[in-house]
């Protein structure tokens, strides 16, 4: 089956300008999180969602930061005004969301954006 | 604190035996796991562990949590050219969605 994908695989932007990134995770997946990870670094949360629940948003590093999802469809999250600092490849994960199960979280293969 | 901690880089010879190091922050019902990451490509779950256990093996892998010492190891097996990746060990305390992940492991295997 489809497992989750990611657009645009690569993001060259001007410093100043808006991307939009995309998620599509695994059907059925309830929860969704995406995640940002600098070059030679580890993953940093970035928002969670869960169902129709208030997404958990404490990871996002600024407010030019944001992300939405409908339902338990897409989701995109989007950068204003993109700095350098910004450049990073952005993953994406779903999973079934049982808080007490070890669920596993199935990865996208990320979008690498470069702030220029 | 949330912290969770591996080396950098490791590098051993194919057919040895490869063991990733990780310490862990959290003191209650915690699953702990390991990732791979290829290049190029997002992450994959290799295995986890529950803190109420002490190791688990799955075919080339060994997981073993020495809880005292908040201390997680993945022993790789008879490590191939096709485990060098970069290794995440991971926790999330049980009842919650956070996962935190360690900076991660490059592992090169030398032919």
């Known amino acids: 089956g489809a497992g989750v994908s990611q657009s645009p695989s690569n993001k060259v932007t001007e410093k100043g300008k808006d991307v939009e990134l995309r998620c599509d995770p695994i059907?059925?997946?309830?929860?969704l999180y995406w995640y940002r990870q600098r070059l030679g670094q580890g993953l940093e949360f970035l928002i969670y969602?869960?169902?129709?629940?208030?997404?958990?948003k404490s990871g996002l590093p600024s407010d030019r930061f944001s992300a939405e999802r409908t339902g338990e469809s897409v989701s995109t999250l989007t950068i204003q005004r993109t700095q350098q600092e910004d450049s990073a490849v952005y993953l994406c994960?779903?999973?079934?969301?049982?808080?007490?199960?070890?669920?596993?979280?199935?990865f996208g293969p990320g979008t690498r954006l470069t702030v220029t | 604190g949330e912290d969770v901690e591996q080396s950098l880089f490791l590098s051993v010879r194919e057919g040895d035996s490869s063991v990733i190091n990780c310490t862990y922050t959290?003191?209650?019902?915690?699953?702990l796991y390991w990732y791979k990451q290829e290049p190029g490509a997002g992450l994959q779950l290799l295995t986890y562990?529950?803190?109420?256990?002490d190791m688990k093996q799955d075919q080339r892998l060994t997981v073993l949590l020495n809880k005292k010492d908040k201390h997680l190891s993945l022993r790789i097996a008879d490590t191939q050219t096709g485990d060098s990746a970069i290794y995440f060990c991971?926790?999330?305390?049980?009842?919650?969605?956070?996962?935190?992940f360690g900076t991660g492991t490059r592992l090169k295997v030398l032919a």
């Open positions: 959290d003191s209650s019902s915690t699953y």
């Open positions: 991971a926790e999330r305390t049980s009842g919650t969605y956070k996962y935190i």
């Open positions: 562990i529950f803190s109420n256990m």
């Open positions: 994960a779903s999973s079934l969301g049982a808080l007490d199960r070890s669920y596993e979280q199935y």
């Open positions: 969602f869960q169902g129709n629940s208030a997404p958990d």
């Open positions: 059907s059925g997946h309830t929860a």
